[in-house]
């Protein structure tokens, strides 16, 4: 029998490095480990996870077991798997959510991810854009601003007020161009950074959630922060998504990351509508030469490559910013341009795709 022993620290770093299939962050940072015993060289531990792949949750207890037995001093292991898609009751022994995930968005028929593997390709812009193209189809829209450490619907959509509280305790979002919209940025200074660890973010995901009044909805578009962590690992296991979009350009650097996106949608069961490349190309107005500043059909390329839809390109138009900062996006600014007349195909395609 081996003399040495192992202690509940050194069980926790063995379990720091395993990693949700697709995110970047460990089982414990997240809090999946519960009831956690070791003594005697026996360890043991409940798994409590929320997830649409038994498959994922299976792979998590078979690393985490292989970790574990690899410890010196590890003679017995013994984990408790608790795994539950969304909208399904809580796991035996887990305490109740506050409120069941069931009950979350159910006037809502379809909630959509819009990601991106990286920052700055214009995925704020590309979802405000598509909130008001799916409204000029005729679409009921809501909007939740995700992107909790760079929240910038509000400017986009021209929001100056502050949502208020109803009588049912739920915060009711803000109306503009016709879509509804939520947003951290409601409620702080424009110049206030947001300094988070991952509980809070996933707690203000919640909150946005199942706390905010949206009501009937036919969209519920969701803008995420760029990468994979804390509010699309919490935005998967709270709701049951009905698709993602993915928003790259045409750069290989982009592409890159755009692919990790993919991936993790794919590991936790989340439907990939697509791919849409924005910043595509630029078309002179005046005499309609066209210029590939950051090259061009790199996303319909990966879209293929992957086996996935190619949902459009967007244009590179300075009228999309101009009209993103001055809180009138180019779909309602600009109804004839062909920016809009790309956005438009791009609300068409999604709303098919989900069969809207």
Same mark, same amino acid.
């Given at each position: 029998?081996?003399?040495?022993?192992?202690?509940? &620290?050194?069980?926790?770093?063995?379990? %720091?490095? !395993?990693?949700?299939?697709? #995110?970047?962050?460990?089982?414990?940072?997240?809090?999946? /480990?519960?009831?956690?015993?070791?003594?005697?060289?026996? /360890?043991?531990?409940?798994?409590?996870?929320?997830?649409?792949?038994?498959?994922?949750?299976?792979?998590?207890?078979?690393?985490?077991?292989?970790?574990? %037995?690899?410890?010196?001093?590890?003679?017995?292991?013994?984990?408790?798997?608790?795994?539950?898609?969304?909208?399904?009751?809580?796991?035996?022994?887990?305490?109740?959510?506050? !409120?069941?995930?069931?009950?979350?968005?159910?006037?809502?028929?379809?909630?959509?991810?819009?990601?991106?593997? &990286?920052?700055?390709?214009?995925? @704020?812009?590309?979802?405000?854009?598509?909130? #008001?193209?799916?409204? %000029?189809?005729?679409?009921?829209?809501?909007?939740?601003?995700?992107?909790?450490?760079?929240? @910038?619907?509000?400017?986009?959509?021209?929001?100056?007020?502050?949502?208020?509280?109803?009588?049912?305790?739920?915060? $009711?979002?803000?109306?503009?161009?016709?879509?509804?919209?939520?947003?951290?940025?409601?409620?702080?200074?424009?110049?206030?950074?947001?300094?988070?660890?991952?509980?809070?973010?996933?707690?203000?995901?919640?909150?946005?959630?199942?706390?905010?009044?949206?009501?009937?909805?036919?969209?519920?578009?969701?803008?995420?922060?760029?990468?994979?962590?804390?509010?699309?690992?919490?935005?998967?296991?709270?709701?049951?998504?009905?698709?993602?979009?993915?928003?790259?350009?045409?750069?290989?650097?982009?592409?890159?990351?755009? %692919?990790?996106? #993919?991936?993790?949608?794919?590991?936790?069961?989340?439907?990939?509508?697509?791919? $849409?490349?924005?910043?595509?190309?630029?078309?002179?107005?005046?005499?309609?030469?066209?210029?590939?500043?950051?090259?061009?059909?790199?996303?319909?390329?990966?879209?293929?490559?992957?086996g996935v839809p190619f949902l459009g390109e967007i244009p590179i138009d300075p009228k999309? /910013?101009?009209?993103?900062? +001055?809180?009138?996006?180019? $779909? /309602? +600014?600009?109804? &004839?341009?062909?920016?809009?007349?790309?956005?438009?195909?791009?609300?068409?395609?999604?709303?098919?795709?989900?069969?809207?």
């Amino acid at each position: 029998m081996s003399s040495t022993v192992v202690d509940e &620290k050194q069980v926790l770093d063995a379990l %720091r490095t !395993v990693k949700f299939p697709g #995110l970047s962050r460990d089982i414990v940072s997240f809090g999946f /480990v519960k009831d956690l015993a070791v003594g005697g060289g026996n /360890v043991s531990l409940r798994l409590e996870i929320t997830t649409e792949s038994p498959r994922v949750a299976e792979e998590i207890k078979r690393d985490a077991t292989e970790k574990l %037995r690899s410890l010196p001093g590890v003679q017995a292991v013994t984990i408790a798997l608790d795994a539950r898609a969304p909208g399904m009751g809580a796991p035996a022994g887990a305490r109740p959510a506050p !409120v069941p995930s069931g009950e979350i968005l159910k006037d809502v028929r379809f909630k959509v991810a819009v990601a991106s593997g &990286k920052g700055g390709v214009g995925k @704020s812009t590309v979802t405000a854009n598509l909130a #008001l193209a799916l409204t %000029r189809l005729g679409y009921r829209v809501g909007l939740m601003d995700s992107d909790i450490y760079g929240p @910038s619907q509000q400017m986009m959509m021209g929001i100056t007020q502050k949502p208020y509280v109803n009588e049912e305790d739920k915060i $009711v979002p803000i109306e503009s161009h016709g879509v509804k919209v939520i947003s951290l940025g409601f409620l702080m200074d424009v110049d206030q950074p947001v300094i988070w660890r991952g509980p809070m973010v996933m707690k203000a995901v919640e909150q946005f959630l199942q706390d905010v009044a949206w009501g009937k909805l036919d969209f519920l578009l969701v803008d995420l922060p760029p990468g994979t962590g804390d509010a699309q690992l919490t935005l998967t296991q709270k709701i049951q998504l009905s698709g993602a979009v993915i928003v790259t350009t045409p750069q290989e650097v982009s592409l890159i990351d755009a %692919r990790k996106g #993919l991936a993790m949608f794919e590991k936790v069961n989340v439907p990939l509508l697509g791919i $849409v490349e924005n910043m595509s190309y630029y078309e002179c107005p005046s005499c309609g030469h066209r210029e590939e500043i950051f090259k061009h059909g790199g996303g319909r390329r990966t879209a293929e490559k992957l086996g996935v839809p190619f949902l459009g390109e967007i244009p590179i138009d300075p009228k999309i /910013v101009a009209g993103g900062d +001055a809180g009138t996006p180019i $779909v /309602v +600014a600009e109804p &004839k341009s062909q920016a809009t007349a790309a956005y438009m195909a791009l609300a068409d395609a999604v709303a098919k795709t989900l069969g809207g």
